[in-house]
């Protein structure tokens, strides 16, 4: 009857993991979302937003309720994992690299909307901010291209591509959303905020499918 309820248990199991990664539309055979994974993937987006956030603080002198936000999603970002996991800083240097990538556009939007707050910032730190996305963006890119070029990469060719792909994507909106800053107009930095939203969604394409999908 043991032997029974741990078979019946394994096969519930087994659908969940077909239903999940058909969700995602990955076969289930070859690739598969790690929950603990993706609780480590927060904690270490948290951990480099700090340098960011703190670094606009010091270069655009916003007033102090951008600290107390920024800090507040930094708290909600780590929290699960620390809850679960402890307080863990054996970190890989290349998933702390790549991350970085969505933390430094996180940064990006947070204090472009905190433009609304305060008009008088200067965008010196933005654009620095932004530079620093452009250029990592860029990097990860051509290691990826590399990487297909080598056929060292784990992941399918054509998800291999679609990385690369989205890679430059970011690089592109990134650099948009830095010539916008350019617009002295209240617009630009509007502009800005916007583009970086959507540099955000396509490299949390490309880091999380380097991260998360195995």
Not at 72 to 92: C, E, F, K, R, W
Request: with cysteine.
């Amino acid at each position: 009857m043991p032997r029974f309820n741990l078979l019946y248990k394994n096969t519930i199991l087994h659908e969940k993991s077909n239903i999940f990664s058909f969700i995602f539309l990955l076969p289930n055979k070859v690739y598969s979302i790690k929950c603990m994974d993706l609780s480590e993937y927060l904690y270490i987006l948290g951990l480099a937003l700090v340098p960011f956030i703190l670094y606009i603080g010091y270069s655009t002198k916003p007033r102090n309720g951008f600290y107390y936000l920024s800090f507040v999603i930094i708290l909600a970002l780590t929290l699960p994992s620390i809850i679960t996991n402890g307080i863990t800083l054996d970190l890989g240097i290349v998933s702390y690299l790549l991350i970085s990538i969505n933390a430094s556009i996180l940064a990006l939007m947070l204090i472009g909307h905190w433009f609304l707050v305060d008009p008088t910032i200067n965008r010196v730190g933005m654009k620095q901010v932004a530079k620093f996305g452009i250029a990592s963006s860029a990097l990860a890119m051509l290691n990826e291209l590399i990487s297909i070029t080598n056929s060292t990469s784990l992941l399918s060719p054509l998800l291999d591509y679609v990385v690369a792909g989205l890679f430059l994507a970011t690089c592109l909106l990134v650099s948009g959303a830095n010539f916008s800053l350019n617009e002295r107009g209240y617009s630009g930095v509007m502009a800005a905020t916007g583009l970086s939203y959507l540099s955000f969604l396509t490299s949390i394409g490309a880091v999380g499918t380097l991260l998360l999908v195995s």
